[in-house]
Nanobody, 125 residues
Framework: QVQVVESGGGSVQSGGSLRLSCVAS????????MAWFRQGAGKEREGIAA???????TYADSVKGRFTLSRDNAKNTLYLQMNRLRSDDTAIYYC???????????????????WGQGTAVNVSS
């Protein structure tokens, strides 16, 4: 089994930056796709970024050009660098992992089987 734990959330002013981390543990060699989702108050959870085993990435239009994925395989850690944050980026951010990478264009959906507890990001204007 795989576990993922997010960290790095916090409060920042509009235009600022944050870097989220997602540390995977357990059967990490089984991970083929990892993604970040977010859920704002009163909104549905949405996929915003994903990366597959080969390093290919995809981003939602709402974050493209502002958010960047990177990873440190030695530390089993996925990062989400968030720049030029806006108030509508305020949400709980979740990291998720999948054993198959066929769903990169849909942020690893529907193969996600591991979710973290989330980390809160609050962007004030």
């Amino acid at each position: 089994q795989v576990q993922v734990v997010e960290s790095g959330g916090g409060s920042v002013q509009s235009g600022g930056s944050l870097r989220l981390s997602c540390v995977a543990s357990g059967a990490t060699p089984s991970i083929s796709c990892m993604a970040w989702f977010r859920q704002g108050a009163g909104k549905e959870r949405e996929g915003i970024a994903a990366i597959d085993r080969d390093g290919y990435t995809t981003y939602a239009d709402s974050v493209k050009g502002r958010f960047t994925l990177s990873r440190d395989n030695a530390k089993n850690t996925l990062y989400l660098q968030m720049n030029r944050l806006r108030s509508d980026d305020t949400a709980i951010y979740y990291c998720a992992a999948a054993p198959l990478d066929y769903g990169l264009s849909t942020f690893c959906h529907p193969y996600l089987d591991t979710w973290g507890q989330g980390t809160a990001v609050n962007v004030s204007s």
